[in-house]
């Protein structure tokens, strides 16, 4: 499913034009969905009639859409009074007919404005934000919070046209003086701002409603959400005559005398996602606590010194000879990053095959952020898989620049770095070097723990094993994954006491739910 943005929302409305649709015609078609959606979702034309119903009109085109509306509301029997929350362009073009079919205008923004409102909420049934939508463009202040708050403490129902008002399109940011809805009745396509803030207390439930737009019009739009369906059809294929060696291999490399868990859930995780066989090489200080704790998989020592350091030459001889037949690596988990990681990851970047494809977690990217220009050092296919700590130390800028634009600095971290990349967070993204850019459906504040990004790298892993072609592909489709586990984990535990083995735990559940459903 296609998430716009606000600009790009702005170019499909003026190809719309160019395809014959005018503006006219959409908002048109966007008051009439948005009436019937309401009347729907009374029932029928007899439970409208009657209906006490406020329409807030803000400045620009959501107002707009708000009084045709009220219009078709008003001449199928409600009583529909529309509250101009701001001033409105002349002549408003939109305003006579709603008046003319029985609408009464009242202006909010006088000095008894508020108190008129708060006097009419008494006895309505229900609010609509038509406010503002996807112009929004600054916080908002008096009078028009003023009026906002006198509805929020009115407790009356609101359906939020496109938005609801103080919600970002873009970044999903919410202004604490806007309306949070019941209902948010979405124009055309979905916005970003809100799949990315995941936050459904200030949108409450959410339906597109079909405007109109023409076909085609969609290619413009760079991001998508991942639903299950396209999970499902990303899902390797498992011939039934499959041996092991069908599946592909994974190679982890991580772990040290400090760090031990953090490679033993990659692995435990690796080995839930479909690959064939599972290869660990891990420093002998760390292999002789824990090789061999996932059964499934084939433990290596690494070569250390005596304090339990990586020896970085023999050590990244040993990773590349384990990696020579391996049709994935994952590199990071647990690693550490002193000067002997450094170095060994360095030299075993630098000797790999150069068409294996690589997931690069945790201590390997902050290793690589210390590298001047690494990635012109290794010609390897990759997946990075930074949170946006990670993020910052790679790009050079701060945590706080990341998280105010995830989607752009994703995007350019993919193009700067030419591989895919993971920037994780509520509502994780993908980004390819290409400029495709695909956004997770989850959003669990349970993964935000240690350990859950090994997880994830490891069922990344192990899934780019068995189709080591599709890097995007894959990385989305093991966000997907992790995320439908851990939706899972929540709802036995709670976000709260949820932990990353309980995900790993799971990881099988898609398989099995989609195979199922496969089989009906
Ligand atoms: N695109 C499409 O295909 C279609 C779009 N449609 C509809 O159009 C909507 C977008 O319309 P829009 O562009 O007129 O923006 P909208 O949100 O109504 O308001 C902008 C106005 O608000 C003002 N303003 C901004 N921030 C403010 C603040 N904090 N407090 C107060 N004022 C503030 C801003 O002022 P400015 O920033 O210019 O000074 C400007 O005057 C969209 O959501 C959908 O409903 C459909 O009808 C048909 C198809
Ligand atoms: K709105």
Redesign the pocket.
Same mark, same amino acid.
């Given at each position: 499913m296609k998430l716009v943005t *606000?600009a790009e929302?702005?170019a499909?409305?003026e190809s719309?034009v160019e395809a014959g649709v005018s503006?006219d015609d959409?908002?048109e078609? @966007? =008051?009439l969905a948005v009436a019937e959606a309401i009347r729907d979702d009374l029932g029928t034309h007899a439970e409208l009639f009657g209906k006490r119903i406020v329409i807030l009109i803000?400045? =620009?085109?959501?107002? *707009? %859409?708000?009084f045709?509306a009220g219009r078709h509301l008003s001449n199928w029997g409600a009583k529909v009074t529309a509250v101009l929350? @701001?001033n409105r362009?002349t002549p408003d073009l939109k305003r006579d007919p709603a008046e003319q079919a029985g609408v009464t205008v009242e202006d909010g923004l006088t000095d008894s404005g508020t108190q008129l409102l708060q006097q009419r909420l008494a006895t309505t049934d229900l609010v609509i934000d @038509?406010?503002? =939508?996807?112009? *929004?463009?600054?916080? #908002? *202040?008096e009078p +028009?919070s003023s009026l906002l708050f006198t509805v929020l403490e009115s407790a009356v129902p609101v359906v939020a +046209? %496109? +938005?609801p008002?103080?919600l970002n399109?873009d970044t999903g940011e919410y %202004?604490v003086a806007g309306l949070p809805a019941e209902t948010t009745l979405v +124009? =055309?396509y979905p916005k970003i701002g809100p799949a990315l803030s995941g936050d459904f207390t200030v949108t409450g439930e959410s339906s597109v409603l079909d405007?109109g #737009?023409p076909d085609g019009l969609d290619s413009q739009i760079t991001a998508t959400l991942i639903t299950a369906d396209d999970a499902t059809e990303l899902l390797p294929e498992r011939p039934i005559d499959g041996h092991k060696g069908t599946f592909g291999s994974t190679l982890i490399v991580g772990g040290s005398k400090d760090y031990l868990g953090a490679v033993t859930m990659a692995t435990d995780a690796a080995t839930r996602s479909g690959a064939g066989l599972t290869f660990v090489a891990t420093p002998k200080s760390a292999y002789d606590r824990i090789g061999g704790l996932v059964p499934e998989a084939m433990y290596r020592p690494l070569e250390s010194h005596a304090n339990g350091d990586l020896s970085p030459t023999e050590a990244a001889l040993t990773a590349i000879e384990m990696a020579s037949r391996r049709t994935s690596i994952v590199v990071g988990p647990g690693l550490g990053s002193n000067s002997s990681a450094t170095e060994f990851v360095s030299t075993l970047l630098s000797q790999l095959q150069p068409d294996q494809p690589v997931v690069l977690d945790a201590d390997a990217l902050n290793i690589l952020a210390k590298t001047y220009r690494w990635w012109e050092r290794f010609e390897n296919p990759a997946v990075l898989t930074p949170h946006p700590g990670e993020m910052s130390r790679l790009l050079g800028i701060s945590t706080e620049q990341v998280q105010l634009n995830r989607l752009a600095i994703a995007l350019e971290a993919a193009e700067k770095f030419n591989r895919v990349v993971v920037l994780k967070g509520a509502a994780t993204l993908i980004a390819s070097p290409d400029g495709r850019l695909n956004v997770s459906p989850w959003v669990n504040s349970g993964l935000a723990k240690g350990g859950s990004g090994d997880v994830l790298a490891g069922l990344l892993g192990g899934l780019v094993a068995q189709q080591p072609e599709d890097l995007f592909e894959m990385a989305s489709l093991a966000v997907f994954i992790h995320g439908y586990a851990a939706d899972s984990a929540r709802s036995e535990f709670g976000e709260t006491g949820m932990r990353p083995t309980d995900v790993i735990s799971r990881l099988g559940s898609f398989y099995r739910d989609t195979v199922q459903v496969d089989r009906q």
């Open positions: *606000a929302m702005q499909i409305e719309s503006l959409l908002m078609n @966007a =008051g803000g400045p =620009g085109n959501n107002g *707009a %859409d708000g045709v929350c @701001a362009k @038509a406010v503002l =939508g996807t112009g *929004a463009s600054r916080p #908002i *202040a +028009l +046209l %496109d +938005l008002t103080g399109s %202004d +124009l =055309g405007i #737009i």
